[in-house]
């Protein structure tokens, strides 16, 4: 069946196929023929009914259309450069969708299509195909409130060694209502493909800070930017409703490589610089398979109160990444309202990881059976280079920050955490351990000012033994120094078999009970002995792995209790 109608407001990706009649049929295999060699077409409406391969530089403006048949590519042979400019729309013919413009590339001499001025690409398997062939690129520059709208793929190019000097910017991708023979399916903006470290990049984003004005805006998809195997910088972009009805699925950014890809959603250096903003997506950076990230001063939030709240549930996810060579650096975002954990690293392994100067917060009202985290780490094994997280701030959530199964080398330092108790299936905790070794808890001390660990707990229902400051639960050789717990129930708290560790100089405010040990099995004297060195007496540091060999502190503990409180 043949759609008739124009493309719509662009808000509500709607770009129905166009073929109402009165078309200009093209049936020439090349620009040149179908227009008697002239450079340019201004206005009118055309049907293209077999691939058309652009073989001069050419130019469509003045709100002309063409409606392309089922399967029908409309190719830009090398050398050659097709713009597309003034409000002209390339769409499908028919209810099935057309294959898309493909730019091809020979030696030094690329193809080019410029995209500009209001125009539109829709209903296309690929909007664009930059086919690079490794040495050689195919190139593009697409600006100018350019429109991808409901094609499976809005902008794909694969195989480059080298910096790629395709520029994107100040496009809008959306594809909520793709037809054959992608009906019922979500698309993606962009997708980079084979770009190759170590000297391959590819950019989306003009590389500013974020600018409503000059962003790339993709809305409406599965996938706003789809990476694999290639190095790109992803920078100044609002990627937002990325949320599929009912499948929980919908990545603001999702990077796969084999190992030592890098990707940078970051302006990475500059501080207080906004790089690109997440909004309602399902997952706003989604990061696996031994990619290296560069993760810098995005903005992602959930604004789904109410009914709505379930969106958003990670806000930056890294899993499986975490080779020798592999390295993490998620720096300075902002991250609000997420619904489960706002920053998870999962199955790291060696990788380098610092997690650093984040904010996370949360607006939406806690409730009893929810569970909201800051940052979690989990399945990590990081060897001789520890996982770091320090001077994060981290504001009513019931988790601040967990760590499970980090076995060796984990430094949690200056974090500010606030975390509210309000009858969820679980105790909320300022800074957990659980099954982890090598574990400091201590300050940040950039030079010499010494940020504390500060803790403080709010709760809402019956908090006994709910809402604890640090809790260590089976944990070996932990060092718990110099913070601060206010208003937890209980502050420290020691779980478990805990072989060698120590609470040194932490103060403890409002907390109805002090320090804790839980449910030590057996005989526990060869670890609570360890534990309570730092309970009371001055005594050397046990084991100063992290501060450089033996060092003598006072391992006092300051403690000031609430009414009805219970001491140790």
């Keep these: 069946m043949l759609l008739a109608g124009t493309i719509q407001a662009k ?76 409000s002209s729309i390339l769409t499908a013919a028919d209810d099935e969708m057309w294959s898309g413009i493909e730019v091809q590339t020979s030696i030094l001499v690329p193809g080019k299509v410029v ?63 793709l037809i054959e023979p992608y009906s019922g399916e979500f698309g993606t903006g962009v997708m980079v493909e084979n770009v190759l470290a170590p000297t391959g990049n590819f950019s989306i984003g003009n590389g500013a800070a974020f600018n409503l004005v000059t962003c790339n805006e993709f809305y409406g998809l599965l996938t706003g930017i789809h990476i694999e195997k290639s190095t790109v910088t992803v920078q100044n972009n609002y990627i937002h409703d990325l949320n599929v009805p009912g499948a929980e699925r919908g990545t603001g950014v999702l990077a796969r490589g084999d190992l030592n890809y890098l990707i940078l959603v970051a302006r990475v250096g500059e501080a207080g610089v906004t790089s690109n903003k997440f909004k309602d997506c399902e997952r706003g950076i989604d990061i696996g398979d031994y990619m290296n990230s560069e993760i810098h001063g995005n ?15 990670e806000g930056i996810y890294v899993d499986n990444c975490g080779l020798g060579l592999n390295y993490h650096n998620i720096t300075e975002n902002y991250l609000a309202n997420v619904n489960q954990v706002a920053i998870d690293l999962r199955n790291m392994g060696v990788a380098t990881t610092i997690v650093s100067g984040n904010k996370v917060l949360n ?20 060897a001789t280079t520890p996982i770091t997280i320090f001077d994060n701030e981290i504001y009513n959530v019931n988790n601040g920050i967990g760590a499970l199964n980090v076995t060796d080398h984990l430094m949690i330092l200056g974090n500010q955490i606030e975390v509210v108790f309000a009858g969820a299936t679980e105790p909320a905790t300022g800074i957990l ?24 707990g709010t709760c809402s229902s019956d908090c006994e033994d ?54 030590f099995g057996g005989d526990p004297s060869p670890f609570v002995a360890d534990i309570e060195l730092g309970i009371g007496t001055d005594r050397e540091i046990f084991g ?6 033996s060092t003598e502190l006072p391992s006092d503990n300051a403690w000031t209790p609430s009414t009805g409180s219970t001491s140790t």
């Design 11 to 86: 808000a509500q990706c709607d770009c129905d196929p166009i073929l109402t009649g009165g078309e200009t049929v093209i049936t020439a295999s090349d620009i040149v023929t179908a227009f008697s060699g002239a450079s340019s077409v201004s206005g009118g409406i055309y049907q293209v009914t077999t691939d058309l391969t652009i073989n001069t530089n050419f130019t469509i403006t003045g709100s002309a259309r063409f409606s392309v048949d089922p399967g029908v590519s409309i190719i830009v042979a090398p050398g050659y450069t097709l713009t597309i400019t003034g």
């Design 115 to 177: 995209i500009q001025g209001g125009s539109t690409i829709a209903n296309a398997v690929t909007g664009v195909f930059l086919n690079n062939n490794l040495a050689y690129y195919a190139d593009c520059s697409i600006s100018g409130d350019a429109f991808f709208c409901n094609n499976h793929i809005g902008i794909y190019s694969n195989n480059y060694f080298y910096d790629h000097p395709a520029s994107i910017e100040q496009t809008v991708f959306c594809g909520s209502d």
């Design 299 to 313: 903005r992602l939030v959930n604004t789904g109160i109410g009914g709505t709240s379930s969106i958003m549930r």
């Design 363 to 382: 607006a939406i009202t806690t409730t009893a059976g929810t569970i909201r985290r800051g940052i979690s780490v989990r399945n990590i094994v990081p």
């Design 433 to 456: 351990a659980e099954n982890c070794s090598n574990v400091l808890i201590d300050v940040y001390d950039p030079a010499a000012s010494a940020i504390p660990n500060t803790i403080t």
């Design 466 to 519: 709910q809402i604890i400051g640090i809790d260590i639960q089976s944990s070996t050789d932990f060092r718990c120094y110099r913070n601060i717990v206010n208003d937890c129930y209980p502050g420290i708290r020691a779980e478990g078999y805990c072989l060698g560790g120590n609470f040194v100089c932490n103060d403890l405010n409002d907390c109805t009970w002090g320090f804790g040990l839980k449910n």
């Design 544 to 549: 100063g792995y992290y501060l450089g060999g």
